[in-house]
Each structure stands twice: as structure tokens, then as C-alpha cells.
């Protein structure tokens, strides 16, 4: 059963800082490995997804890496911002045939000004 | 990109009462949609995995009953929450799946029942 880990569960920096976020996953045969947004109150927002077969994918400021060998993925910000403050999760999905997303429990960044 | 549209995003109502909520994907097309459930301060719950034309699949402990779900349509999932309890109050929040592209979500629709 594939479990998902963020830790840790909440992070604070000042302004400016760059930012790298874990996630680790227990069964590395995934079919894709997806990064999540969320606000207070709203839904997800897709930030990145990587296929099995990639090692990143890159969309301004953000970066994502998977090494599915040692089941880890990082989410890395670049000069965050007071805007980039919300709950990030990962969610990896399997190989086996299921569509299912499988969450780790989000890690709450707050950027201060 | 990929747009999921849900409503209403709040909704309150008496107990004893029955809501729906709609899930729909608005420039493509979603065989499949999840729907989740998400407490305060906590991860998504996954409640069911919807099927277009065909009967939903609900997780462990999710009673099916009470949770109608109904993707009669390649766009369209709706939840129906029957005879809601204040124990129902929750956000709940659906998903479609576009193919290789990965989930798109639904912005989610705070349930109260009073």
C-alpha cells in the first residue's frame, strides 16, 4: 500500500528565501507524481506533475525532481514571496492500474513579509 | 489548462434535508472523477472513484447510501448527500482525471447542515 510523507508538517521564512519542500513515497513504482496547492477555503491547484519516466519539470519560480529509486520528490521555490503562503501537498499515483491519488498531509508554508 | 467547475462552493442546510453538488469539467472530457472530503486542518479523504455510465466505487467506510453519486455524462459528476446530518457538515471536493495530463480539482463546496 503505497503511503506518502511530507514532513515537515509546517514551515515559516522570511521573504526571500529559497524553499525546498520533501515528499516521500513508499512503493517507487508510480506512474506520476503530482504537486498541489492549496488555500484556506479552496480547492487544489495543479503546480506540477512529473511522469514516471522524468526527472523534473520546471514552471517559473517552482521546480519539482523525482528519484523514484530512493521514493522521494522535492518541490523547490525560488525567492518566495508572501503570495507563495499556503498548504502544498504531493500525491503520487500507481502503476497497478488505479487511478487513485494517494496524499501525503500537506506542509503549510507561510512567507512573512 | 484543464478547468473543473463545482458548485455551489457553500451551501447550508436543515437537517433531514438532501444536497447536491455538481462537478464539471469544462474543456475536456472526464471518464473518470473523485470525489473527497476534507476536515479542518486535514488531508483529502477519498470518498468514491465516479464512472462515466456505470456505477460509482466508494472507499472503505463511505456509505454509499448516503453519498449518491451519479457521472451520467462524460462532463458531469454530481454528489448527492442524503438526509445530511450536522455530521455531514464538511468541504467537499471533486476531481477529474485528464488522461496523461494528471487531476484537475474542483475549487469545493463547504457543506454546513444545521
Known amino acids: 500500500k503505497q503511503e506518502v510523507t511530507q514532513i515537515p508538517a509546517a514551515l515559516s521564512v522570511p521573504e526571500g528565501e529559497n524553499l525546498v519542500l520533501n515528499c516521500s513515497f513508499t512503493?517507487?513504482?508510480?506512474?506520476?507524481l503530482q504537486w498541489f496547492r492549496q488555500d484556506p477555503g479552496k480547492g487544489l491547484t495543479s503546480l506540477l506533475l512529473i511522469q514516471s519516466s522524468q526527472r523534473e519539470q520546471t514552471s517559473g519560480r517552482l521546480n519539482a525532481s523525482l528519484d523514484k529509486s530512493s521514493g522521494r520528490s522535492t518541490l523547490y521555490i525560488a525567492a518566495s514571496q508572501p503570495g507563495d503562503s499556503a498548504t502544498y501537498l504531493c500525491a503520487a499515483v500507481g502503476q497497478g492500474g488505479s487511478e487513485k491519488l494517494v496524499f501525503g498531509k500537506g506542509m503549510k508554508l507561510t512567507v512573512n513579509p | 489548462g484543464a478547468v473543473v467547475s463545482q458548485h455551489p462552493s457553500r451551501v447550508i442546510c436543515k437537517s433531514g434535508t438532501s444536497v447536491k453538488i455538481e462537478c464539471r469539467s469544462l474543456d475536456f472530457q472526464a471518464t473518470t472523477m473523485f470525489w473527497y472530503r476534507q476536515f479542518p486542518k486535514k488531508s483529502l479523504m477519498l470518498m468514491a472513484t465516479s464512472n462515466e455510465g456505470s456505477k460509482a466505487t466508494y472507499e472503505q467506510g463511505v456509505e454509499k447510501d448516503k453519498f449518491l453519486i451519479n457521472h451520467a455524462s462524460l462532463t458531469l459528476s454530481t454528489l448527492t448527500v442524503t438526509s445530511a446530518h450536522p455530521e455531514d457538515s464538511s468541504f467537499y471536493i471533486c476531481?477529474?482525471?485528464?488522461?496523461?495530463?494528471?487531476?484537475?480539482f474542483g475549487s469545493g463546496t463547504r457543506l454546513t447542515v444545521v
Open positions: 476531481s477529474a482525471l485528464q488522461g496523461p495530463y494528471g487531476y484537475t
Open positions: 512503493d517507487s513504482a508510480i506512474y506520476n
